[in-house]
């Protein structure tokens, strides 16, 4: 059954891939762009500070932080998904599995991050944003933490949650305060690394 071999699969490129931060952020954005020049190094960063890379391997905002990644000597993922309009796996991703199936591809930026930066992005990029933080609110996974990245994109929508969304009382303050938001690197990749060290200080060599 094809979604059965998705998950068989999946797990069995992935599971050997040590400490990984899921990157989301848009397919549009464009090489030479200032969010494309963030991505790129928060893939390096990553990579630095011992971890993997897993994006969602097409262009934009993926690519970059593959790029990032894989130019700084480390593991770089793609979790390729079919499209009508699909282009493949970017050039930089050098550990690639392709899905069929949204929900599939979903578990594996999930079950093997400790944490998830997002870049500045669209419906795709909210949509794993929410289903990461949906998680974690309800406690079906370990309280990971989420930056968002570009203070002048996101901060509408944090304001907004903070604001309209907290004083309907339809989230709590701990739910709101899941989100960080920064534009600067080495304080996203700070934030998602020492709550990484606060959940597992030792992990094997
Ligand atoms: C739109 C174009 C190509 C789309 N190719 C994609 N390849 C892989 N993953 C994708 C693609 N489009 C969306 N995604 C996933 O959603 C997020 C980005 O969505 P957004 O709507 O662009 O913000 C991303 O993190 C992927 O996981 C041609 O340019």
Same mark, same amino acid.
């Given at each position: 059954?094809?979604?059965? &071999?998705?998950?068989?699969?999946?797990?069995?490129?992935?599971?050997?891939?040590? +400490?990984?931060?899921? =990157?989301? !952020?848009?397919?549009?954005?464009?090489?030479? $762009?200032?969010?494309?020049?963030?991505?790129?190094?928060?893939?390096?960063?990553?990579?630095?500070?011992?971890?993997?890379?897993? $994006?969602?391997?097409?262009?934009?905002?993926?690519?970059?932080?593959?790029?990032?990644?894989?130019?700084?000597?480390?593991? &770089?993922? !793609?979790?390729?998904?079919?499209?009508?309009?699909?282009?493949?796996?970017?050039?930089? =991703?050098?550990?690639?599995?392709?899905?069929?199936?949204?929900?599939?591809?979903?578990?594996?930026?999930?079950?093997?991050?400790?944490?998830?930066?997002?870049? +500045?992005?669209?419906?795709?990029? *909210?949509?794993?944003?929410?289903?990461?933080?949906? *998680?974690?609110?309800?406690?079906?996974?370990? &309280?990971? +933490?989420?930056?968002?990245?570009?203070?002048?994109? %996101?901060? !509408? *929508?944090?304001? %907004? *949650?903070?604001?309209?969304?907290?004083?309907? !009382?339809?989230?709590?303050?701990?739910?709101?305060?899941?989100?960080?938001?920064?534009?600067?690197?080495?304080?996203?990749?700070?934030?998602?690394?020492? &709550?990484?060290?606060?959940?597992?200080?030792?992990?094997?060599?």
């Amino acid at each position: 059954m094809r979604i059965q &071999s998705e998950f068989v699969e999946g797990f069995g490129a992935l599971a050997e891939l040590g +400490p990984a931060v899921s =990157v989301f !952020g848009s397919a549009r954005t464009k090489p030479g $762009t200032p969010f494309y020049e963030m991505g790129t190094q928060v893939g390096r960063r990553l990579v630095e500070q011992g971890y993997a890379v897993i $994006t969602g391997g097409g262009p934009g905002a993926m690519e970059a932080a593959n790029k990032g990644a894989r130019d700084a000597g480390g593991a &770089s993922v !793609g979790l390729g998904i079919e499209l009508p309009f699909e282009q493949g796996l970017n050039e930089y =991703v050098n550990l690639g599995v392709n899905f069929r199936y949204f929900f599939a591809r979903k578990t594996m930026f999930v079950k093997y991050a400790q944490g998830f930066i997002v870049l +500045p992005g669209g419906f795709g990029t *909210l949509d794993e944003l929410f289903e990461a933080v949906t *998680l974690v609110q309800t406690q079906k996974v370990t &309280s990971f +933490p989420i930056v968002l990245m570009g203070t002048e994109y %996101w901060g !509408g *929508l944090f304001d %907004w *949650l903070r604001g309209t969304v907290l004083d309907a !009382g339809t989230v709590s303050r701990k739910d709101v305060d899941l989100l960080h938001l920064t534009d600067d690197v080495d304080e996203a990749v700070r934030m998602v690394t020492e &709550s990484d060290e606060q959940v597992a200080p030792k992990r094997p060599e």
